[in-house]
């Protein structure tokens, strides 16, 4: 992705995960290295109780 973002010659790039950041710093990294301003988001969850507590797997994604 990040080699991609360097041959299109763009200032910046984003990487946005969905319930974690496992990706984040290697993607940060690698995009500090050749000069690339990393974003990073995620769509994170706040819950009271158990994790999965009552929550549908389909209701998981912003639409």
Do not use: C, W
């Not at 973002?5 to 990706?23: C, F, R, S, W, Y």
């Not at 984040?24 to 690698?30: E, G």
């Not at 990393?38 to 998981?60: F, H, Q, T, W």
């Amino acid at each position: 992705m990040v080699a991609r973002a360097v041959e299109l010659e763009q200032p910046a790039i984003a990487l946005t995960d969905h319930g974690n950041l496992h990706g984040a710093i290697d993607f940060f990294q690698a995009a500090k290295k050749v000069g690339i301003k990393p974003i990073i988001g995620v769509e994170g969850y706040v819950a009271d109780g158990p994790r999965m507590n009552g929550i549908l797997k389909s209701d998981l994604h912003s639409t």
